[in-house]
């Protein structure tokens, strides 16, 4: 049975402070716990006694478990339904990729991206579009708070997540590498040609790519509304508009296979 001090512990991981001192995250549900089990080391997980027993096989991962009675669940829980069962996992610590693993891939920079419902949902993005990099910068949210990991729905497991100044990472960088921004007067992506490597930077949700990290850009590009004739808002939410640009540059890609098939 979970002590009180274990559920004060769990609930302290709400916070950047506290993930920092233990070196941990927390992860509530059955898919985002069974998504993250093999890829990150489980320290402890606390459920109820029929989840624990309809599944043995995450359990045995954990080193060390507890039952939950369904009050003590809800006092547990960061989540305003809870899910029947609350894993610790250790934090991974991730240095930005050299410059060269991108000849042939696709990167995403995200330049203060501050939601984590947002951070979250761009995890699952690159995930689905198989970009396997993320390079945060510094004012970022952080990648382990748990709306992000509750957001980004086990996909953390598939994904390296690095954070650096991005622009000193992106001027060490070679000249002839494609750096890919959206902006309100840029290109229409629709329109102009895109690599299948090369990075692919989102900014902040209010003031967009800050002035330092657009200078480093060497295609401006913008997604164009079809709403054409009436009123529109003007811009996308930073998640939709991730899911859009990297759709494109993959649709891009797969003609670009078939062409030369």
């Known amino acids: 049975m979970i002590s009180k001090q274990k559920i004060k512990f769990l609930r302290s991981l709400e916070h950047k402070k506290f993930r920092d001192i233990h070196n941990s995250f927390l992860a509530e549900g059955d898919k985002t716990i069974s998504q993250l089990i093999n890829h990150f080391s489980c320290e402890y997980l606390a459920a109820t006694q029929p989840w624990l027993d309809a599944n043995p096989h995450i ?3 954990a080193k060390e478990t507890d039952t939950l009675t369904p009050q003590q669940l809800s006092a547990a829980s960061l989540l305003k339904t809870p ?3 609350i894993a610790v996992f250790k934090k991974k610590t991730a240095t930005p990729p050299t410059p060269s693993v991108f000849t042939k891939k696709l990167c995403l920079v995200l330049d203060s991206i501050q939601d984590p419902g947002n951070l ?11 970009i396997k990099h ?6 970022t949210a952080d990648v382990y708070s748990p709306k992000v990991i509750q957001a980004a729905m086990g996909a953390l497991a598939g994904i390296s997540i690095s954070y650096t100044d991005t622009t000193e990472y992106l001027s060490s960088l070679p000249q002839d590498t494609p750096v890919y921004g959206t902006f309100l007067d840029g290109d229409n992506i629709y329109d102009v040609p895109l690599s299948n490597h090369g990075f692919i930077i989102m900014g902040n949700e209010g003031n967009g790519i800050c002035d330092r990290v657009a200078d480093l850009v060497t295609q401006r590009l913008y997604i164009p ?4 004739g009436s009123a529109t808002v003007e811009s996308l939410n930073v998640g939709v508009a991730t899911a859009i640009i990297c759709a494109e540059f993959r649709r891009r890609e797969t003609l670009q296979t078939s062409i030369h098939s």
């Open 134 to 139: 993320i390079i945060c910068s510094p004012a």
């Open 59 to 61: 359990a045995a991962l």
């Open 120 to 130: 979250g949902t761009i995890i699952r993005i690159s995930n689905w579009f198989g």
């Open 83 to 85: 899910q029947n069962a």
């Open 225 to 228: 509304s079809c709403n054409t």
